[in-house]
């Protein structure tokens, strides 16, 4: 079966980092573009990161550039988001999500929280 189950989200200060995990399996994750989303209460979902399936391209919100990065291990079958320079307005769920044409899978999310 397919899953894509996130982790590393939790709370943190502002000026600080963290780095979020998504684990894919069930499907050919190599072949997939893989994005990372984040939706706050009461807004709608937006998309943060975007990586290509090898690796070579990427695309960020503006937002978050230069803060940022995302990452995959084709290998491990994970992709990665380090968050740096973390703002209060940063706090929301993050989702990862495949996408290979039309066929998209969403993984159920982890909370982040910017807080002193």
């Known amino acids: 079966q397919v899953q894509l189950v996130e982790s590393g989200g939790g709370l943190v200060q502002p000026g600080g980092s963290l780095r979020l995990s998504c684990a894919a399996s069930?499907?050919?994750?190599?072949?997939?573009?893989m994005s990372w989303y984040r939706q706050a209460p009461g807004k709608e979902r937006e998309l943060v990161a975007a990586?290509?399936?090898?690796?070579?391209?990427?695309n960020y919100a503006d937002s978050v550039k230069g803060r940022f990065t995302i990452s995959r291990d084709n290998p491990k079958n994970t992709v990665y988001l380090q968050m740096s320079s973390l703002k209060p307005e940063d706090t929301a769920v993050y989702y990862c999500?495949?996408?290979?044409?039309?066929?998209?899978?969403w993984g159920q999310g982890t909370q982040v929280t910017v807080s002193s």
């Open positions: 069930g499907f050919t994750f190599s072949s997939y573009a």
């Open positions: 999500k495949a996408r290979w044409g039309t066929v998209g899978y």
């Open positions: 990586l290509s399936s090898a690796g070579g391209s990427t």
